[in-house]
């Protein structure tokens, strides 16, 4: 009887000290006390079984970091200094995988893959000194996260620089954070309380079906005025799902845009070719739409999402909102100083019907609402209108006769006053 307790007791130890070394805690540096040590990121991934958790010590990191199991990435306070840093490598950001939609080439600075339970928060993600086609534009998509087939919680994350210098117009590369599914896989990851700035394409974006994000108290800056691409800042599209809520997006503008011109555009928060979008909460300003729902004949619709709540200011050229889709409500929104229109339901760009505007703000804009003269049938609700030139127009273009001069862009939006097509917003697909 005792051989079979001891027998007994000895399982259980063993069962538990195994347990123990699956959430097993390490560090890279050396600022915590009796915690195993790595020189790099990567090693500590490495060494670390699923559902452990690595500790990166204030420092720069030289490296990608590569993910494929359940893990906790957390940079750490030591003393007064709490700031760890990936950068790129002396050699430079490498591709390191592929899209699951198109099969281009990646360099992604951390890319998680096939894994669930991956969280990684308190780091700063720099893609400076990427040496990714300077002086041109690369094929290679430079991302700052990447979540692949892959679930989990990205949580006050700086990612930064995810740009390139001296490249050509139209340059698409540079992604902030980005999930994607393919392949059969799915993704689901939060994404919140981050910072996300200079991007060269997107801030934050989450492409095709199998993916649902929630997008919650992100701050994400565009460059401003630029050449390089249509930026966005946030970019829920392709058939992906989630919830767009609580985040300031601003500074997208891509300034060889006009009016009268047909090409891409920059957006805020921009829903492409994916349905039952939720996007509230939000502030944006300083773009050229502030929110769009576009529908693609090829990818699909952007239908039945909704607009609330939201504070969206100073869209240059373009709309306040932009709708491209049908069965969506816009709702409860306060929309000041847009170039064209306060909220437009776009025929330009194919059917749009069953959309409902109501209880929306609009201050300083040529038109409160624009809804197109092809567009089929849609309510528009009481909505309240301060110094608008038109309340409700007929039209799909509104220009306005003078332009304020603090407007960005503004002699662009005078070119042209009837034009037959008009600017799409540009997703990121890489």
């Known amino acids: 009887m005792r051989t079979v307790r001891v027998a007994i007791t000895s399982t259980i130890f063993l069962f538990v000290f195994a347990s123990h070394l699956l959430a097993a805690t390490v560090q890279v540096g050396t600022c915590r006390n009796s915690v195993?040590?790595?020189?790099?990121?990567?090693?500590?991934?490495?060494?670390?079984?699923?559902?452990?958790?690595?500790?990166?010590?204030?420092?720069?990191?030289?490296?990608?970091?590569?993910?494929?199991?359940?893990?906790?990435?957390?940079?750490?306070?030591?003393?007064?200094?709490?700031?760890?840093?990936?950068?790129?490598?002396?050699?430079?950001?490498?591709?390191?995988?592929?899209?699951?939609?198109?099969?281009?080439?990646?360099?992604?600075?951390?890319?998680?893959?096939?894994?669930?339970?991956?969280?990684?928060?308190?780091?700063?993600?720099?893609?400076?000194?990427?040496?990714?086609?300077?002086?041109g534009c690369s094929p290679v998509n430079l991302v700052g996260v990447l979540y692949q087939n892959a679930s989990g919680t990205v949580n006050h994350l700086a990612v930064i620089n995810?740009?390139?210098?001296?490249?050509?117009?139209?340059?698409?590369s540079g992604l902030g954070i980005f999930v994607q599914s393919g392949n059969s896989g799915t993704s689901n990851v939060r994404i919140v309380n981050n910072y996300v700035e200079n991007y060269q394409k997107n801030g934050i974006t989450a492409n095709e079906a199998g993916t649902t994000v929630t997008i919650t108290a992100n701050n994400v800056v565009g460059q401003g005025p630029t050449?390089?691409?249509?930026?966005?800042?946030?970019?829920?599209?392709?058939?992906?799902?989630?919830?767009?809520?609580?985040?300031?997006?601003?500074?997208?503008?891509?300034?060889?845009?006009?009016?009268?011109?047909?090409?891409?555009?920059?957006?805020?928060?921009?829903?492409?070719?994916?349905?039952?979008?939720?996007?509230?909460?939000n502030t944006v300003g300083n773009t050229q739409f502030g929110i769009a729902f576009v529908s693609d004949a090829t990818a699909g619709p952007a239908d039945n999402g909704t607009i609330q709540g939201n504070r969206i200011s100073a869209t240059r050229v373009f709309d306040g909102v932009e709708l491209c889709g049908s069965g969506n409500t816009v709702i409860g929104n306060t929309i000041s100083g847009s170039d064209e229109s306060g909220v437009h339901i776009d025929s330009t760009c194919g059917a749009v019907?069953?959309?409902?505007?109501?209880?929306?703000?609009?201050?300083?804009?040529?038109?409160?609402?624009?809804?197109?003269?092809?567009?089929?049938?849609?309510?528009?609700?009481?909505?309240?209108?301060?110094?608008?030139?038109?309340?409700?127009?007929?039209?799909?273009?509104?220009?306005?006769?003078?332009?304020?001069?603090?407007?960005?862009?503004?002699?662009?939006?005078?070119?042209?006053?009837?034009?037959?097509?008009?600017?799409?917003?540009?997703?990121?697909?890489?």
């Not at 011109?261 to 509230?280: P, Y």
């Not at 809804?371 to 309340?391: D, E, H, K, L, Q």
Request: net charge negative.
């Open 353 to 430: 019907a069953s959309n409902t505007v109501s209880k929306n703000t609009i201050n300083d804009a040529c038109a409160g609402i624009l809804v197109g003269t092809a567009a089929g049938s849609n309510t528009i609700g009481t909505n309240n209108f301060y110094n608008t030139r038109n309340t409700t127009l007929t039209a799909d273009t509104c220009t306005p006769p003078v332009m304020a001069p603090t407007r960005l862009l503004a002699a662009h939006a005078a070119a042209a006053s009837a034009a037959t097509n008009h600017a799409r917003p540009s997703p990121a697909r890489p």
């Open 227 to 281: 050449t390089g691409a249509a930026e966005n800042s946030i970019q829920v599209g392709f058939g992906a799902a989630g919830q767009v809520s609580g985040n300031v997006a601003m500074d997208d503008i891509f300034s060889p845009d006009t009016i009268s011109g047909s090409g891409n555009a920059a957006s805020g928060i921009l829903v492409f070719a994916s349905t039952g979008v939720t996007v509230t909460g």
């Open 162 to 172: 995810q740009a390139l210098t001296g490249v050509s117009i139209g340059c698409q």
């Open 36 to 135: 195993p040590s790595f020189a790099t990121i990567q090693a500590a991934v490495n060494a670390s079984s699923a559902g452990g958790t690595v500790l990166v010590c204030p420092g720069s990191y030289a490296e990608q970091v590569g993910i494929d199991k359940a893990l906790n990435l957390f940079g750490v306070l030591s003393g007064t200094e709490k700031a760890a840093v990936i950068v790129a490598p002396s050699g430079g950001i490498v591709q390191n995988t592929t899209s699951l939609s198109s099969g281009n080439p990646i360099a992604a600075q951390i890319l998680v893959t096939n894994a669930t339970g991956v969280n990684i928060s308190n780091l700063t993600v720099d893609g400076a000194n990427s040496q990714i086609s300077v002086g």
